[in-house]
T-cell receptor
Framework: DGGITQSPKYLFRKEGQNVTLSCEQNLNHDAMYWYRQDPGQGLRLIYYSQIVNDFQKGDIAEGYSVSREKKESFPLTVTSAQKNPTAFYLC??????????????FGPGTRLTVL | AQKVTQAQTEISVVEKEDVTLDCVYETRDTTYYLFWYKQPPSGELVFLIRRNSFDEQNEISGRYSWNFQKSTSSFNFTITASQVVDSAVYFCALSGNYGGSQGNLIFGKGTKLSVKP
């Protein structure tokens, strides 16, 4: 079955450590996205990538980094510079197909807790 | 600027009641897309509907229906005869012209729906 996988589901990190969240898709989608969700805040865009080897900052990119070396993978690194990294992180992908413009497909999410 | 407002933070209903979730949006794009997603307690966002700005027909899918009105910039979602399984957070989202804004979604803050037996 095609879909988006995120690992791990739960992640605990000590303050001052970098941590990488995995996102893989086998939908052959060109675009991929990372969102952060905090209680009562909805989803906020961290980074997005329309094609391999290219990515753009979203609304809250500070303290995060990404790479897009392969079409199916878009890992997110939460660096020690991120002041308040405890949140739920969602990865998504989309395809430029007539009739599906803008529609994004989401992974199950990773809940990051900083101890 | 684009913006999505879901004024209802939380709604609680008793099973079998009808409930309407409100969504108001702002955009300067002439071509845009509106979405509703459901987020159950597991966390994954489930796609419910996509509507483009040129199609103002209301849509019904089982117990779900959507009312899109460009004149009031609203895209409201109604659940008829609600069930406990409908309990979730519901997000309304807006996407601009695909080539221009690259298909990024602007989300509302969500409405938490609790359906009690």
């Amino acid at each position: 079955d095609g879909g988006i996988t995120q690992s791990p589901k739960y992640l605990f990190r000590k303050e001052g450590q970098n941590v990488t969240l995995s996102c893989e898709q086998n939908l052959n989608h060109d675009a991929m996205y990372w969102y952060r969700q905090d209680p009562g805040q909805g989803l906020r865009l961290i980074y997005y990538s329309q094609i391999v080897n290219d990515f753009q900052k979203g609304d809250i990119a500070e303290g995060y980094s990404v790479s897009r070396e392969k079409k199916e993978s878009f890992p997110l690194t939460v660096t020690s510079a991120q002041k308040n990294p405890t949140a739920f992180y969602l990865c998504a992908s989309s395809i430029r197909t007539s009739g599906r413009e803008g529609q994004q497909f989401f992974g199950p999410g990773t809940r990051l807790t900083v101890l | 600027a684009q913006k999505v407002t879901q004024a209802q933070t939380e709604i609680s209903v008793v099973e079998k009641e009808d409930v309407t979730l409100d969504c108001v949006y702002e955009t300067r794009d002439t071509t845009y897309y509106l979405f509703w997603y459901k987020q159950p307690p597991s966390g994954e966002l489930v796609f419910l509907i996509r509507r483009n700005s040129f199609d103002e027909q209301n849509e019904i899918s089982g117990r779900y229906s959507w009312n899109f009105q460009k004149s009031t910039s609203s895209f409201n979602f109604t659940i008829t005869a609600s069930q406990v399984v409908d309990s979730a957070v519901y997000f309304c989202a807006l996407s601009g012209n695909y080539g221009g804004s690259q298909g990024n979604l602007i989300f509302g803050k969500g409405t938490k729906l609790s359906v009690k037996p």
